[in-house]
């Protein structure tokens, strides 16, 4: 089965700084597909960026960026120029080709002005 | 864009009666997802349609919950005999059913579960 690992509960970051979030992952497939959801207090969550194993290019959005590392089987999540509304908790999350998302247990970031 | 719609909201319920929750999905979508969420921790996976057929059930998913999408539409989850430990966030996602892509799942806003 595959896991999941966000070892840091909590962050804190000033704004406009960077941050880096850590995420690690096991898995015996070549092929699927790694996400990084947001998830404000009391609200939707919502996908910041995706990436597939297959491609040795890391994805951006804007802010939003990710160092895969396919051989080591880390996932990070940068986020540049941080925002107050960036503040939320975030989930790394696995999804082998067809099927279910498998999610860390999250962190939460705080932004502070 | 009409996104993933959970109703109700919360509910509140005394141990032992049971529950049902609705989620209506994007309406192209033919994927729909239910987790589960305890507070802190990240979602847990349930159970999954592919139009009205369920494809996979976790073994979270004990005798006492049920999952239907009749018409391969909305779905609705109930609990029987509500526990303690149903305490949770349930929460709906769906997306479009192309193999081999990287579409992602969105999510409703759930509903949140407290018994009493």
């Known amino acids: 089965a595959q896991t999941v690992t966000q070892s840091q509960p909590e962050m804190s970051v000033q704004e406009a700084e960077t941050v880096t979030l850590s995420c690690t992952y096991d898995?015996?497939?070549?092929?699927?597909?790694l996400f990084w959801y947001k998830q404000p207090p009391s609200r939707q969550m919502i996908l910041v960026i995706r990436?597939?194993?297959?491609?040795?290019q890391n994805a951006t959005e804007n802010r939003f960026s990710v160092n895969f590392q396919k051989a080591a089987k880390s996932f990070s999540l940068k986020i540049s120029d941080s925002q107050l509304g960036d503040a939320a908790m975030y989930f790394c999350a696995y999804r082998s080709a067809v099927g279910k998302l498998t999610f860390g247990k999250g962190i939460t970031l705080s932004v502070r002005p | 864009d009409t996104g993933v719609s959970q109703n109700p909201r919360h509910k509140i319920t005394k141990r032992g009666q049971n529950v049902t929750f609705r989620c209506d999905p994007i309406s192209e979508h033919n994927r729909l997802y239910w987790y589960r969420q305890t507070l802190g921790q990240g979602p847990e996976f349930l159970t999954y349609?592919?139009?009205?057929?369920?494809?996979?059930k976790s073994r979270l998913l004990s005798d006492r919950f049920s999952a239907e999408r009749p018409k391969g539409s909305f779905s609705t989850l109930e609990i029987q005999r509500t526990e303690q430990g149903d305490s949770a966030m349930y929460l709906c996602?769906?997306?479009?059913?192309?193999?081999?892509?990287?579409?992602?799942?969105?999510f409703g806003d759930g509903t949140r579960l407290s018994i009493l």
């Open positions: 990436q597939e194993a297959y491609k040795q």
């Open positions: 996602a769906s997306s479009p059913a192309y193999d081999r892509e990287n579409q992602p799942q969105h």
């Open positions: 898995t015996s497939e070549s092929d699927y597909y």
């Open positions: 349609f592919q139009n009205e057929a369920q494809l996979e």
